[in-house]
């Protein structure tokens, strides 16, 4: 089971729903082995005291001594990311009673994002103290397309992260097409429109130089401008319609304040539903929203 929770980055709603699908293939990229990652499950989840968010929790089903899993997804500069985690797990052992062993990940979407993250002067090795090696790492612009796959077939669904963030249209258009194929090739049927939704939203976050309709036709997808939305309408799930905005917001228009998140959130399914038309053709945050 999930827990879902509304993100504010451009990238949260894509990772989240990676986890759903294969949140094991993200576990091996972290570099635990494939047999202790399948036993795993996940959630999202909001610590209580702070609200402290970290974006995915996870822990063995089969085993007590694995590590707790603590990963968060970094799109964005943030010279805090590293004490912001490990205030994280602190809460979340506290919170939890749980006195054992900890895996805390950073996966940065770009190296830039890495560079800006302050060390953990503070917490850096003291006698008897390996609080730094419960650390791991990783930055998906350093690995190319081949690179994931062979990790996990599933991690295709990153690979627009791998490529220049300035790319032809027909290069994109080319990769489209084989993304597609392989999704279809790796995924089961009942999970591959989702994991082209997923694919979709990390292109959108990664090539800000085009909008959601050049994306669609680029990734030869459905012509309905709105299709990444559809199925969340119709199955009536306003939270995960909201959700999906706020993410696409962040895609295009940077971190988005509190104060437009809480205005989505608290807006009927309906409403959620325009905001997300209009954004297809927004220049600007006041173009979602306009009436």
């Not at 005291?49 to 822990?59: C, L, M, S, Y």
Request: with cysteine; charged share 25%.
């Amino acid at each position: 089971m999930i827990e879902q929770k509304v993100g504010q980055r451009g990238t949260d709603q894509a990772f989240f729903k990676l986890m759903t699908l294969s949140g094991d293939a993200l576990l091996k990229l972290l570099g635990m082995d494939a047999p202790t990652a399948e036993t795993y499950k996940f959630r999202a989840t909001v610590l209580k005291q702070q609200r402290v968010a970290p974006d995915i929790e996870g822990w063995s089903l089969t085993s007590g001594k694995q590590p707790r899993v603590l990963i968060e997804f970094q799109g964005y500069e943030d010279n805090l990311i590293r004490y912001r985690i490990a205030t994280k797990v602190f809460m979340s052992c506290v919170q939890n009673g749980y006195p054992g062993p900890v895996l805390a990940g950073i996966i940065y979407t770009n190296e830039r994002y890495k560079q800006v993250a302050l060390p953990l002067t503070a917490l850096e090795r003291r006698a008897g103290c390996c609080f730094e090696d419960c650390f791991v790492e990783v930055v998906l612009s350093d690995f190319s397309e081949e690179q994931l796959k062979a990790i996990d077939p599933r991690l295709l669904i990153l690979a627009p992260l791998t490529m220049p963030e300035k790319i032809d249209p027909e290069v994109l258009k080319s990769k489209g097409r084989v993304w597609q194929e392989e999704i279809n090739n790796n995924f089961p049927e009942e999970s591959r429109y989702e994991a082209l939704e997923i694919l979709v939203l990390f292109a959108l976050a990664h090539f800000r130089a085009f909008d959601v309709k050049e994306i669609i036709q680029m990734l030869n997808l459905d012509p309905n401008p709105d299709w990444v939305f559809t199925r969340v309408y119709n199955e009536g799930r306003k939270e995960e319609a909201a959700a999906m905005l706020i993410d696409l917001l962040g895609c295009k228009f940077g971190q988005i304040a509190d104060s437009v998140t809480e205005k989505i959130t608290g807006a009927d399914r309906e409403l959620i539903g325009k905001w997300s038309r209009n954004f297809v053709f927004a220049n600007s945050l006041d173009d979602v929203f306009a009436s």
